[in-house]
């Protein structure tokens, strides 16, 4: 039976990783009323997860610091639609949780973006935050061989994780060239801190083949990954491996703000300085806003907490730090774009779709993600398109339609509770979209 | 070495760490998690409730992600390994 939960916050923050964190104490220093849900057993997000009990690291402090200011946090718990003016519905195992506020903070990070290549739905064969999001729930990986691929700084980051824990790093694969790879090494020099972490995962790392203009072509096994084959330029290598951790950057979590009418641009939020979107009291900090790594996300998540707390005064006097923040990001956009090479990985019959099983020889007969959809149900499983959706952007340059609710599956219960109002009150309701 | 804990997935007895995930639990006894549409075998493939590969049966609730639910000692989890469930 699902009891439900009532909850009226002055500000609500949606998403527990540094964003979302710094969001929520920067808002309740200012006296506010806030509550922070999240989706995880534990907050921290996926760059912080199961940091809330290292007490050594940085992330406790900020993880911690919450329950001292009196946020009140609400995990294992998704968002699911907007039920009313200022208020969401969301679902726990056994709990449907009505939530109001004055203000809402949106930080809903981001996801890896994958590519379909033959054998790519293998078991086994995984993203990269993925494989390192096991292995720190207990995966034991000691002694097993893995690959790492695909593109972005994560991989590193992913690498000197699995090492930690035993795993023996074949090769490390980043499609990104090798000039590529140089021009961005150099621009690191003005970020001192960016330095400190490259060199310490370099020392992490020291003795694993790292490999630039590589990629993985086809996973092979019988039922589970057995094999891969890589190109590195004109050559192809053969390798043997456990666990393929392979992702291709990552693409930003818009559903929640689409939902509620937030403006995107390029794929991601539009904010002010003040990180508020299109949609009224709707502020939207961290990698929503933009791909920019932790720090950035903490500085918008402080701004964000801040603004929405009525304090635009401190809220301004971040906008420098956030700034220099900002223009790495850029940097890293341009370091680790896709090449076109990667765009001939599917074959006809890859499958693209992994909720439908639908290859990429029956998608690229049609000529929008619409198009597609209505015809093949491409798209319409369960992940609604979270996976094949970035995909086929890249693929073929598809932009998925607009959002619909519940933007996860939801229990008939929960649906239930959402009231029975007029198109016309609802499409207002979620501003203008 | 942290505390052990013992749940059941497909009948088999298998022993983690306490905080470990189902998805772990079914990774280490060696099983994928569900069946595609059309008869491939899936396994966990975002690690973070997002692309719902990692669907088991847990208790006889249907449909649950596994890589964002903790194992709990007893816990019965199935997975579609030998058809062992219908999907919808």
């Given at each position: 039976?699902?009891r439900?939960i009532t909850?009226?916050f002055?500000?609500?923050?949606v998403?527990?990783g540094?964003?979302?964190i710094s969001?929520?104490?920067?808002?309740a220093?200012?006296?506010a009323?806030?509550?922070?849900?999240?989706?995880?057993h534990n907050?921290g997000?996926q760059i912080w997860r199961?940091e809330a009990?290292?007490?050594t690291?940085?992330?406790s402090h900020?993880?911690?610091?919450?329950?001292?200011?009196?946020?009140?946090?609400l995990?294992?718990a998704?968002?699911?639609?907007q039920i009313?003016?200022n208020?969401?519905?969301?679902?726990?195992?056994?709990?449907?949780?009505e939530l109001s506020?004055?203000?809402?903070?949106?930080a809903?990070?981001a996801?890896?973006r994958f590519?379909p290549?033959?054998?790519w739905?293998?078991p086994?064969?995984?993203g990269a935050?993925?494989?390192?999001?096991l292995?720190?729930?207990?995966?034991?990986?000691?002694?097993k061989r893995?690959?790492i691929?695909?593109?972005?700084?994560?991989l590193?980051?992913?690498a000197s994780?699995l090492r930690?824990?035993g795993?023996k790093i074949?090769?490390i694969?980043?499609?990104?060239?090798r000039?590529s790879?140089?021009?961005?090494?150099?621009?690191?020099l003005?970020?001192p801190?960016k330095?400190r972490?490259?060199?310490?995962?370099?020392?992490?790392?020291s003795?694993?083949?790292?490999?630039?203009?590589?990629?993985p072509v086809?996973?092979i096994g019988?039922?589970v990954?057995e094999?891969l084959?890589?190109?590195?330029?004109?050559?192809?290598?053969?390798?043997s491996?456990?666990?393929?951790?392979?992702g291709f950057h990552?693409?930003p979590n818009?559903e929640?703000p689409?939902?509620l009418?937030?403006?995107?641009?390029?794929?991601?939020?539009?904010v002010?300085?003040f990180?508020?979107?299109s949609a009224?009291d709707?502020?939207c900090?961290?990698e929503?806003?933009?791909?920019?790594?932790?720090?950035?996300?903490?500085?918008?998540?402080?701004i964000?907490?801040?603004?929405?707390a009525?304090?635009?005064g401190d809220a301004h006097?971040?906008f420098?730090?956030?700034?220099?923040?900002?223009?790495?990001?850029?940097?890293?956009?341009h370091?680790?774009?896709?090449r076109p090479?990667?765009?001939?990985l599917?074959?006809?019959?890859?499958?693209?779709?992994?909720c439908e099983d639908v290859t990429?020889?029956?998608?690229?007969r049609y000529?929008s993600?619409?198009a597609?959809k209505?015809?093949?149900r491409?798209g319409?499983g369960?992940?609604?398109?979270?996976v094949?959706?970035?995909a086929t952007?890249?693929?073929?340059g598809?932009t998925?339609?607009?959002?619909?609710p519940?933007?996860?599956?939801?229990?008939?219960?929960s649906?239930?509770?959402?009231p029975?109002?007029e198109p016309?009150?609802?499409?207002?309701?979620?501003?203008?979209q | 070495?942290?505390e052990q804990i013992t749940?059941?997935v497909?009948?088999?007895?298998v022993s983690?760490?306490?905080?470990?995930t189902?998805?772990v639990?079914?990774?280490?006894?060696?099983?994928?998690?569900?069946?595609?549409?059309?008869?491939?075998p899936?396994?966990?493939?975002c690690g973070?409730g997002?692309?719902?590969e990692c669907?088991?049966?847990?208790?006889?609730?249907?449909?649950?992600?596994?890589?964002?639910i903790?194992?709990a000692?007893?816990m019965?989890?199935?997975?579609?390994e030998?058809g062992?469930?219908?999907?919808i």
């Amino acid at each position: 039976m699902n009891r439900e939960i009532t909850r009226q916050f002055d500000v609500l923050v949606v998403g527990g990783g540094p964003a979302g964190i710094s969001a929520a104490l920067s808002a309740a220093e200012q006296g506010a009323h806030v509550g922070i849900v999240d989706d995880n057993h534990n907050l921290g997000g996926q760059i912080w997860r199961g940091e809330a009990t290292n007490c050594t690291s940085a992330a406790s402090h900020w993880i911690n610091g919450l329950s001292g200011k009196g946020v009140e946090s609400l995990c294992a718990a998704r968002v699911v639609d907007q039920i009313g003016p200022n208020t969401l519905l969301a679902e726990t195992a056994d709990h449907i949780c009505e939530l109001s506020y004055s203000k809402l903070v949106l930080a809903t990070g981001a996801r890896e973006r994958f590519l379909p290549f033959p054998g790519w739905t293998l078991p086994n064969v995984m993203g990269a935050g993925a494989l390192q999001a096991l292995v720190k729930s207990g995966l034991p990986v000691h002694g097993k061989r893995v690959v790492i691929a695909g593109t972005g700084p994560l991989l590193l980051a992913v690498a000197s994780c699995l090492r930690k824990h035993g795993a023996k790093i074949a090769i490390i694969c980043e499609q990104a060239s090798r000039a590529s790879l140089a021009r961005f090494g150099f621009s690191l020099l003005a970020y001192p801190q960016k330095i400190r972490q490259a060199l310490s995962l370099r020392k992490d790392l020291s003795g694993i083949r790292f490999v630039p203009d590589c990629w993985p072509v086809a996973a092979i096994g019988d039922g589970v990954l057995e094999q891969l084959t890589l190109a590195r330029g004109n050559d192809v290598e053969n390798i043997s491996c456990d666990y393929l951790a392979c992702g291709f950057h990552l693409v930003p979590n818009t559903e929640l703000p689409s939902l509620l009418g937030c403006r995107l641009r390029d794929g991601f939020v539009e904010v002010d300085d003040f990180q508020r979107t299109s949609a009224p009291d709707v502020f939207c900090a961290g990698e929503p806003t933009g791909i920019g790594g932790l720090e950035l996300s903490l500085v918008e998540g402080q701004i964000a907490g801040l603004a929405a707390a009525g304090n635009v005064g401190d809220a301004h006097k971040l906008f420098r730090s956030r700034a220099r923040l900002q223009k790495f990001k850029k940097k890293l956009d341009h370091a680790f774009t896709l090449r076109p090479e990667l765009k001939k990985l599917p074959q006809p019959e890859t499958i693209v779709c992994r909720c439908e099983d639908v290859t990429y020889g029956t998608l690229s007969r049609y000529r929008s993600w619409r198009a597609a959809k209505l015809r093949t149900r491409s798209g319409m499983g369960p992940c609604q398109g979270r996976v094949c959706g970035p995909a086929t952007e890249f693929l073929l340059g598809w932009t998925p339609d607009s959002v619909r609710p519940p933007i996860f599956p939801a229990r008939l219960q929960s649906l239930g509770t959402i009231p029975n109002i007029e198109p016309a009150q609802y499409e207002a309701m979620r501003g203008n979209q | 070495m942290p505390e052990q804990i013992t749940l059941m997935v497909n009948g088999r007895s298998v022993s983690v760490a306490r905080g470990a995930t189902v998805a772990v639990a079914v990774t280490v006894a060696g099983m994928h998690c569900r069946n595609s549409v059309t008869g491939e075998p899936r396994g966990p493939l975002c690690g973070m409730g997002i692309c719902f590969e990692c669907r088991v049966e847990i208790d006889g609730a249907l449909h649950q992600r596994s890589c964002q639910i903790l194992c709990a000692s007893g816990m019965n989890v199935r997975t579609n390994e030998q058809g062992n469930y219908k999907t919808i």
